[in-house]
C-alpha cells in the first residue's frame, strides 16, 4: 500500500502515463533540484486499447523509478467515469491535505479525451475544497499556492514553458515505460499512441521541440494556469543573476 507523505509537487493524471506526457520533464528536473515529488493516477486506464490493469500498473510503477518519485498512487476511479462528485472531490482533498504539496500539477481543461477534461475540473475542485476549513477531514485544511495545467492532446497557449532538455532523456524513458501503450508488441493493436509519425510520442516530442525553440533552448514543456504568477526577482526573466 502507498504510504502518503509530505511532498513538495504532486501531479495528477486521468490515466497512469498522462503525468509523463505532460510534465515528465519537469518532474525530472523537480527531483533534479531537491524537490519531492509525487504522481496520483485519477484511474487505471482500463479502458484503452491496449495492455490490462495489472499490466499499466507495473508499467507505472516502473515510470515512477525514472523519475525518482517519493511514491505514486492510483485512485481506481472509473476510466470515463471522472466525475465531479463530493465523494470523488473527497478522495483527492484527504490526500492533498495528507501530503501538502507547494504545487499541483493538472491536465488542460480542453483535450479531445473527455477524461482529461473531467480530471482538470475535480482537480481543480479538490484543490479549491482543500482549503475549506468547514470541509472536516482527518488532516487540517490546507490550499498548495500553486496549480499548473500541463498539455496532453491540446495544447493551449503556454503561459510559461520550463526548459527540460537536461531531462528530456527521463521524460522519453517514463513514457516508453508504458510499453503496453507506447511501444509495438506481438499482440499490440495499432492506436494513434504507438503507430506512425504521428504516433504521440512523435507529436508530444514535435510539440516539446517547439515550445522548446520558443524559449531558446532544445526541449520546453508548457504550462498555463488561471491565477498570475507573482514574480519576486524580474532581473531573474533575463539571467541576471540576483
Ligand atoms: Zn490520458
Known amino acids: 500500500m502507498t504510504v502518503i507523505s509530505n511532498i513538495d509537487i504532486l501531479a495528477i493524471g486521468a490515466h497512469p502515463d498522462d503525468v509523463e506526457v505532460g510534465a515528465g520533464g519537469l518532474m525530472a528536473k523537480f527531483h533534479k533540484l531537491g524537490l519531492k515529488t509525487a504522481i496520483i493516477d485519477l484511474s487505471a486506464g482500463e479502458l484503452a486499447t491496449n495492455g490490462t490493469p495489472e499490466i499499466r500498473e507495473q508499467e507505472a510503477l516502473q515510470a515512477a523509478q525514472v523519475l525518482r518519485l517519493s511514491w505514486r498512487k492510483c485512485l481506481n476511479l472509473p476510466d470515463r467515469g471522472l466525475k465531479t462528485s463530493r465523494f470523488n472531490i ?44 468547514k470541509i472536516q477531514t482527518q488532516s487540517k485544511p490546507y490550499r498548495p499556492l500553486q496549480l499548473w495545467h500541463y498539455f496532453l492532446s491540446r495544447a493551449g497557449e503556454p503561459k510559461f514553458i520550463v526548459d527540460v532538455s537536461d531531462d528530456y532523456a527521463l521524460k522519453r524513458e517514463a513514457i516508453l515505460a508504458h510499453l503496453s501503450q507506447f511501444g509495438k508488441q506481438a499482440n499490440s493493436q495499432e492506436t494513434f499512441l504507438n503507430c506512425g509519425p504521428g504516433s504521440m510520442l512523435a507529436v508530444v516530442e514535435s510539440r516539446d521541440r517547439f515550445f522548446g525553440s520558443s524559449i531558446g533552448c532544445t526541449y520546453g514543456e508548457g504550462f498555463t494556469t488561471r491565477t498570475p504568477l507573482a514574480i519576486d526577482n524580474p532581473l531573474g526573466l533575463m539571467g541576471v543573476p540576483r
Do not use: C, N
Open 90 to 133: 473527497d478522495k483527492l482533498v484527504r490526500i492533498i491535505r495528507e501530503s501538502r504539496p507547494r504545487l499541483m500539477l493538472s491536465p488542460y481543461w480542453e483535450d479531445r479525451h473527455p477524461d482529461h477534461v473531467q480530471a482538470a475540473q475535480l482537480v481543480e475542485e479538490a484543490w479549491f475544497d482543500a482549503g475549506l476549513t
